[in-house]
């Protein structure tokens, strides 16, 4: 089983968005896939079929030791399983930050609890970084998969953070979200973050699609909807990186 942490130095880069296809495609292709909601915003039930936020979760039994994340787990129809973050008071949102800053392996124990087979993936959506539930998830991450607009603050703001983010994780690759090709500034942010971070290997560009959003409050998936756009393209590709990075299928898995 691999954890993959999703990342950005930047609010809106599209982590949310990027957790739930992953997850989506992933499971279509026949991964057990766990997709964990590690953001107080608590919003990624909401891309995975939840019709209203979720009250419970990963959050809860953070804040409460008597409270157990796995009676918070949720399966859609594409049979991913996930557990939301669940709603919290500002009472106990302080005491999950306390409960991190007191246990830094809180979040690998508990993924460590997940039952998943050698192929599954457990993939985390994370607020933004640096916070401390971010720091948590890359520490737990086997890959990062830093997603970042091509925007010169938001690529200014990953080449400053990158070195402590390799220092929690290993492996960190680049998703660029929301390209937009005939924009010059967006080829100058990102020729300055390619010089800037050397050798950070490229997991995938997806294109900025005005229709995404819109897909997603429809309850629909936009590589459903439209198939040939290129942003539906993309996130498949996102996907056969993933898949070619986790371990392969086994026969029985596959049949
Ligand atoms: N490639 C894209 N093209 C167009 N819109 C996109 C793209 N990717 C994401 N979006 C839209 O951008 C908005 C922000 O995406 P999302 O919520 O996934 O980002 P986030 O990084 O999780 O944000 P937050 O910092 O609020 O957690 C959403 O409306 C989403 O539909
Ligand atoms: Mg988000």
Known sequence: MKTIALISTAGGAGR???????????????????????????MLGAYLGLDAFAAEGIGGALADPSRKWHESTW????????VPHGGLTPARSAACEARLCEHPRWLERTIGEIGLPETGVVLIDTPRYPCSH????????????????????????????????????????????????????????????????????????????????????????????????????????LAQHVDAWLPALTASETA
């Open 16 to 42: 949310t968005t990027l957790a739930a296809s992953l997850a989506t495609l992933l499971a279509r292709r026949g991964r057990a896939v766990v997709a964990l909601d590690f953001d107080p915003q608590n």
């Open 75 to 82: 399966r859609n129809e594409d049979g991913v399983l996930f």
């Open 134 to 237: 971010a720091d948590h998830a890359a520490r737990a991450a086997d890959l990062v998969l830093a997603v970042c607009p091509p925007e010169p603050a938001a690529c200014a703001t990953l080449v400053a953070r990158l070195p402590a983010l390799r220092e929690s994780c290993a492996d960190v690759r680049l998703v660029v979200n929301r390209l937009n090709p005939a924009r010059a500034m967006q080829r100058d942010a990102l020729a300055m973050l390619r010089g800037a971070t050397g050798n950070m290997p490229l997991a995938q560009r997806i294109h900025l699609e005005a229709s995404m959003p819109e897909a997603f409050s429809r309850g629909a998936w936009i590589f459903d909807e439209a198939p040939h756009l290129q942003a539906s393209h993309d996130l498949h590709g």
